[in-house]
């Protein structure tokens, strides 16, 4: 099992930056990708981006592409969110997920979730 510790969130004005971070324990060998999403309160959970574990490799969702940056430490077995210019509509909690071995935005394919972080953004 693996078992995934976000941290980072908090409360800025808009057009701050944050960065978010996910920690890793357990069998990390086990681990393809890794994901990050969002949930807004009454919304269901939003695919932001993901990346590949060993090579690497990034895919975004469109309304994370340009201002959020997903990259990652193997050695720190931890993953992390760059988030630029942040708006009020960014509010919500943030996960990161353990996913497939394919970069997908498909929430349902994404089986370990962290606690997620709290991200609040307002003037």
């Known amino acids: 099992q693996v078992q995934l510790v976000e941290s980072g969130g908090g409360s800025v004005q808009p057009g701050a930056s944050l960065r978010l971070s996910c920690a890793a324990s357990g069998r990390t060998l086990m681990i393809a990708t890794m994901g990050w999403f969002r949930q807004a309160p009454g919304k269901g959970r939003e695919f932001l981006a993901a990346i590949l574990y060993r090579s690497g490799a990034t895919r975004y969702a469109s309304s994370a592409e340009g201002r959020f940056i997903i990259s990652k430490d193997n050695a720190k077995n931890s993953v992390y969110l760059q988030m630029n210019s942040l708006t009020p509509e960014d509010t919500a909690v943030y996960y990161c997920?353990?996913?497939?071995?394919?970069?997908?935005?498909?929430?349902?394919?994404?089986?370990?979730w962290g606690q997620g972080t709290q991200v609040t953004v307002s003037s």
């Open positions: 997920a353990v996913g497939p071995t394919v970069l997908t935005p498909e929430v349902t394919r994404y089986r370990t």
